[in-house]
């Protein structure tokens, strides 16, 4: 891996954004994130209190797509494109992002993302595309 675990935490811990949402780092290695997201009141979007926000899925999403390409370069990359395709509705539960890296060339980033709950149903498949260039 470009960047050890310690240095992957405090890129994940220390953005207010990410603090807000709670984000917690499941799984590293190269190419590959796990990253959770607790269930937080705050997530929820309608009046009902049934479902969590399709913005707040999206957050994670980007950011696991983020965190796969930054095992292999070590740095966080700016967002490109972000597509998102929610599934089923995210009820009151954690969920947890899977990302990889499926291009790593020497401009831009692809990893494909795969958000599920604790029973294993997947309620979001993403792709993120990021800048890898320098300078």
């Known amino acids: 891996m470009a960047v050890d675990r310690e240095r992957l935490l405090q890129l994940l811990e220390r953005p207010r954004y990410h603090q807000f949402l709670g984000l917690k780092l499941e799984k ?15 997530f929820l979007a309608d009046e009902a209190d049934s479902y969590v926000h399709g913005g707040v899925i999206a957050a ?19 967002t490109v494109d972000l597509r998102v395709d929610y599934l089923r509705p ?41 800048s890898t260039a320098t300078g």
Request: proline share 4%; aromatic share 4%; glycine share 12%.
């Open 90 to 130: 995210a009820r009151k539960e954690d969920l947890v992002a899977t990302a990889t890296v499926v291009k790593n060339g020497r401009t831009l980033g692809i990893a494909d993302i795969r958000v599920e709950n604790p029973d294993g149903k997947t309620v979001a498949i993403g792709r993120g595309l990021y």
């Open 28 to 42: 590293a290695e190269e190419g590959l994130v796990q990253i959770r997201l607790p269930f937080r009141e705050d």
């Open 60 to 78: 994670l999403i980007d950011v696991a797509g983020d965190f796969a390409l930054i095992t292999t370069h070590g740095r966080g990359l700016p």
